[in-house]
């Protein structure tokens, strides 16, 4: 093999390990999350509104979340419209007997499942968005239609006084929340033998 045919292969070479070394470099450097990907409870009974699951499995962050915090109405019911005026399928009326000529309002299980979505904690907005090409936060096919927030939703239990990603769609006011949580004072929460490390911050 002539001179010339050696150092145009061994060119050759280093140029293919050198875009390996580039995509490989690519690959680590692009983020890629799953904040709004859908995502369950593993329970039959539906919550009676708002719910932070952990672990979830589906989830890179292993943290589920329900967010919508409007409550079934009180009373009783003898069809879903008395449940759910508005016909968006988010109440519905359930008998103990189907015999039975009234029931009780309860959310319905597959309307948690198609507002439930995969979360991260987070301590500004800008943690709940895209970062550009390389820093993929957010699915592509996520229901959310308003995008995500960084919010407190929890007063009770692991994550409460927590911010998470929260799809705006669901989220309600969190301003008292907020205030109590950063003050310390939220019930439940900062008043624990062991309050939550969330407590005191803003």
Do not use: W
Request: net charge negative; charged share 30%.
């Amino acid at each position: 093999m002539s001179a010339r045919k050696l150092l145009s292969r061994l060119s050759s070479t280093r140029i293919m390990a050198g875009l390996g070394a580039a995509a490989l470099l690519l690959t680590i450097s692009c983020s890629q999350e799953d904040v709004g990907a859908p995502c369950n409870h593993g329970q039959v009974e539906p919550p009676e509104s708002k719910l932070v699951t952990f672990p979830a499995l589906a989830c890179d962050d292993l943290l589920c979340v329900y967010a919508d915090e409007e409550e079934a109405p009180s009373g009783s019911c003898s069809d879903n419209l008395d449940c759910d005026e508005s016909n968006e399928g988010k109440f519905e009326c359930v008998k103990p007997d189907p015999n039975e000529s009234s029931g009780i309002c309860k959310l319905r299980v597959d309307y948690v499942l198609e507002r439930s979505m995969c979360s991260k904690k987070c301590s500004s907005d800008a943690d709940c968005r895209d970062g550009g090409p390389t820093q993929q936060v957010v699915v592509e096919d996520t229901t959310c239609e308003r995008g995500f927030k960084c919010a407190r939703i929890q007063t009770l239990g692991k994550f409460c006084c927590e911010k998470l990603c929260v799809c705006e769609d669901d989220l309600g006011v969190t301003s008292d929340i907020d205030a109590k949580c950063a003050a310390g004072t939220q019930e439940g929460c900062c008043d624990q033998e062991v309050p939550s490390d969330a407590c005191g911050r803003p």
